[in-house]
């Protein structure tokens, strides 16, 4: 009775858990499509000019998405939205 008691609680916290990863993969989810367009386009244009000029240009695709009411995430960066953390690491 006292592990069942303790599973019990142990499954309780991980509950709170998935809750909380269930909401971030659903921003993840609908910010998907905003977030892939801002990266294509540092992929594809931006990638011999200085960080200042970078950074200027995501910023008005971002505004440029929230124009066309595309959502993307507050602050896109290529790392976490398109490579792999492992082998980033």
Known sequence: MERADQLITKLADENEMWKVDVVKKKE??????GDI????GIVAYLGVFTENYRV???KNWI??????????SPEVA???????PV???
């Not at 367009?37 to 294509?40: A, D, G, K, L, P």
């Not at 505004?63 to 993307?72: A, G």
């Open 63 to 72: 505004d440029m998405l929230r124009e066309f009411e595309i959502k993307s």
């Open 56 to 58: 200027d240009c995501v």
């Open 78 to 84: 290529i790392q976490p939205i398109m490579g792999n």
């Open 37 to 40: 367009i801002v990266c294509s």
């Open 28 to 33: 993840f989810r609908e910010n998907i499509v």
């Open 87 to 89: 082998k980033i690491r």
